[in-house]
């Protein structure tokens, strides 16, 4: 799995302390790990779009100096 998506999960659900009876606690504790989910994604993968658009303006750039170089 990506960057120690498995390790985070098995930090994390311990860590949940949530009181009820089985179907509530299990409610809640997806309800938390999704939150920590987001937020691991967004630290290990940072948003997308803005780096696909940072990666292809660089391309660009390169393009560019690759035609002026000719």
Do not use: A
């Not at 009181?19 to 790990?33: A, D």
């Not at 658009?53 to 170089?69: H, M």
């Amino acid at each position: 799995m990506e960057r120690d998506f498995n390790g985070m999960v098995k930090e994390k659900w311990p860590s949940y302390l949530v009181h009820g009876n089985i179907i509530t606690k299990l409610k809640e504790k997806m309800k938390l790990l999704k939150i920590d989910l987001k937020l691991w994604n967004r630290d290990v993968f940072g948003n997308l779009n803005t780096t696909n658009k940072k990666i292809l303006q660089e391309i660009e750039e390169l393009d560019c100096q690759d035609v002026s170089g000719i």
